[in-house]
């Protein structure tokens, strides 16, 4: 394993690995929020509610 951060800069193979799980992490999200089944609450009227 030792050999493999011989040949990439571990702060930015560190910082390519984190960015690239944020940006699959916002894709991931996105693509929820445009489906129907978890995305409709977008859509949904405002709940009143009465006291």
Excluded: K
């Excluded at 699959?24 to 006291?51: C, D, I, K």
């Amino acid at each position: 394993m030792w050999r493999i951060w011989l040949l990439f800069d571990p702060r930015r193979a560190l910082i390519a690995i984190l960015t690239f799980a944020f940006l699959m992490v916002l894709v991931n999200h996105f693509v929820q929020l445009s489906t129907e089944r978890y995305g409709s609450w977008l859509n949904a009227p405002a709940s009143t509610s009465s006291e």
